[in-house]
Structure formats: structure tokens, C-alpha cells
């Protein structure tokens, strides 16, 4: 039997061919994948920006959805037909974070999609670990969104934060709206800052107050929070302005969320983090837990899932899913059906 595959082959080339698919081994199950979805970490290898991780050729793709399609030996309590997504961390278990408990972020961790091939395939096997089991009833098209939502589950408990604070988000990307929504489902009220206007009327039809950066936000962060600032800023745009807006809208012991990656350094005031006795807090990933309440979030109808996914494109044109994330262009969530072939599977 053979598997229909999306292979990073250099910068900028993807190459769709066939693998032959074997059973799998001890531990390991093998999924018939539904669906994957592009994210900006996916762009970054498309471009080459990873090739220190990411050996050409390579299947890339963590953001998935399917149903267990065979288990190997010595694997119980999974039988092939179940809908399930995968958590795409595989950590040592014996350095000093996983020792700790902290296996999400381990010092040799393998992340899935990045350092082991991943989910742009239609038939995928992963160690039965991984696997986060999904309700019977829940699209799997939404489901492949419980990745991203177990990211903003993550960064809003590391923010402790509680019903009625202030929380500020910069960027108003897919990672940085599901934060919106996570946080505001928490109790917060919450201002988003986005300058794409299409990414604003997103947030706004989700009843989320969404401003563009300016001359003026000082002024409406002084309106909204009577003058004292955010209790908690989650940085998501990944600018270094976003840095500074973040920085200098927190409260007096205000809590800074890095979320997005900065490859390069960047300046921040810190004075300001002196001045007001602020805290920063780095999140990255997730745990299980996060992505069980991801699960959750998703099937009750708390995350928008069909509102957040903008576009989806058979396997066979998976460029184009990760053309139109690219260009920004009145997209939120790109998805790839990997069961698809030919133009029938996009919309």
C-alpha cells in the first residue's frame, strides 16, 4: 500500500510523491490523516529558515486531525477507526526539565513535524503516546485546530490569570485570537492589538474589541484600563514593536506573556520592567492537560473553529495552502485535506 506524502525538498519547493506504508511497530500506531493545518513555524521551514532541523527531504505538518487506521504490538486502549489528533512532543525523560516534571519543553526534545516527519501525509505513524483522543462527534476538519488552541490554553494558564484582570493581546493571528478567545472565556476583559484590518474584523465579528496600533493607543489603553495599565500583555506579532507596546501598556506588577519567536535579540525597556516591578513569563508549547481542555474548547463550541478556517486545499496542492498563508490575504486558519486529490478537495 502506498501513502500520498508532501515533501519539503529545498527552500521554497515542496514535492508531492508516494511512500510505501508499512505496519506499525511496537508502540506505534498508524493514522489515516484527515487533516493538516500551515502555521508560521511551517512557513519558516518552507523558506529554509530551519533547515538546521529539518533535513531535506522531509514531511512537515503538526496541527492534524484523523483516525487511527492500525496499532502495533503491545499497544492497548486504541482500535483503529478512533478519531484522535497528536501531541507532537517526544522528550527524553531523563534530562533535568523532564526530571522536573517539564517534559513539554525537554533539552533533547523532538518535536514532531520538525525533527521526525510529520503530518502532511496521508497515512502518518506516530508513537501511541502522542495520541489525544477526540469525541466521536467532532469534525475533524475543527479538530486539526486543537494544536493551536492547546498553545493558547498554555500561554494563558502560564499567565495566572484571573476573572476581571485586563489582558492586553499584540497580534491578532490565528495563535494570538485563540488566546483572545481562551482568555476572555476566563473571565478577562481583553483588548487585542492588530493592524490587518481583515484580522480585526475577525476578531470584532467574534465580539472581541480589536484596535489598530497608532498615535492613539496610548490613549485608549489609558480609557480602558483608568489609567493603570494591563495586568498581563501577551506578546504574539513576533515585531519588535510588539515588544515595546507590550512593555509599556503593563500595569504597575504587571505579567509580560512571550509568545511569539524572536530569532533575533530584541531591545526592551528595562527600566520599565525596574520601574513597575514587572514579570516576565516565557510559554512556549504545551503539556497534555492543555491539550485536553484544547479538545474540549473545541467540541462546546468555545473556540470558533469554523470561523477561524479561512481556506482548505487538497494534499496534491499543498503550495497553495501555504502560498495563501503567506500572503496574508483574508486568511486566518489554511488547512490541508490530506485524504484529497485534485481541486475538489479546496474551498
Not at 529539518?54 to 514531511?59: A, H, I, L, R, S
Not at 487511527?68 to 483503529?80: E, Y
Request: aromatic share 4%; glycine share 10%; with cysteine.
Amino acid at each position: 500500500m502506498n501513502a500520498r506524502r508532501v515533501l519539503y525538498t529545498a527552500p521554497g519547493t515542496l514535492t508531492v510523491d508516494d511512500a510505501q506504508t508499512a505496519p506499525p511497530p511496537a508502540g506505534h500506531v498508524r493514522i489515516d490523516v484527515a487533516y493538516t493545518g500551515i502555521c508560521g513555524t511551517d512557513l519558516h521551514v518552507y523558506h529554509g529558515a530551519m533547515d538546521a532541523r529539518v533535513k531535506p527531504p522531509g514531511v512537515i505538518g503538526h496541527e492534524m486531525s484523523g483516525r487511527i487506521a492500525q496499532t502495533g504490538p503491545g499497544v492497548s486502549g486504541w482500535q483503529a477507526g478512533a478519531p484522535v489528533t497528536v501531541m507532537p512532543l517526544a522528550s527524553c525523560g531523563q534530562c533535568p526539565a523532564c526530571r522536573a516534571g517539564h517534559t513539554h519543553i525537554c533539552h533533547r526534545l523532538v518535536f514532531i513535524g520538525i525533527d521526525a516527519d510529520g503530518s502532511l501525509q496521508n497515512s502518518w505513524t506516530v508513537p501511541a503516546d502522542t495520541l489525544v483522543r477526540l469525541p466521536d462527534d467532532l469534525r475533524l476538519d475543527h479538530a486539526a485546530l486543537v494544536e493551536p488552541t492547546a498553545v493558547a490554553v498554555h500561554d494563558v494558564r502560564r499567565a495566572a490569570l484571573q476573572p476581571g484582570e485586563k489582558a492586553l493581546v499584540v497580534g491578532g493571528g490565528p495563535i494570538g485570537l485563540l488566546i483572545a478567545v481562551v482568555a476572555r472565556r476566563s473571565g478577562a476583559d481583553v483588548l487585542l492589538v492588530e493592524p490587518d484590518p481583515y484580522r480585526r474584523s475577525i476578531a470584532e465579528g467574534l465580539q472581541l474589541t480589536a484596535v489598530s496600533p497608532g498615535d492613539d493607543l496610548t490613549d485608549t489603553l489609558d480609557r480602558w484600563t483608568d489609567g493603570a495599565g494591563a495586568a498581563v500583555a501577551f506578546e504574539v506579532s513576533g515585531a519588535a514593536a510588539g515588544v515595546t507596546t507590550a512593555v509599556d501598556a503593563l500595569a504597575t506588577r504587571g505579567r509580560l506573556v512571550q509568545v511569539a519567536i524572536h530569532p533575533q535579540p530584541r531591545e526592551i525597556s528595562l527600566h520599565r520592567v525596574f520601574w513597575r516591578e514587572l514579570t516576565l513569563i516565557g510559554a512556549r508549547l504545551y503539556d497534555r492537560s492543555d491539550f485536553e481542555t484544547a479538545v474540549g474548547l473545541i467540541a462546546d463550541g468555545s473556540i470558533p473553529a469554523a470561523t477561524l478556517i479561512s481556506r482548505i486545499e487538497p494534499l496534491e496542492h499543498a503550495e497553495r495552502a501555504f502560498q495563501a498563508l503567506e500572503s496574508g490575504d483574508g486568511v486566518m486558519k489554511v488547512l490541508v485535506d490530506c485524504r484529497a486529490t485534485g481541486d475538489g478537495g479546496a474551498r
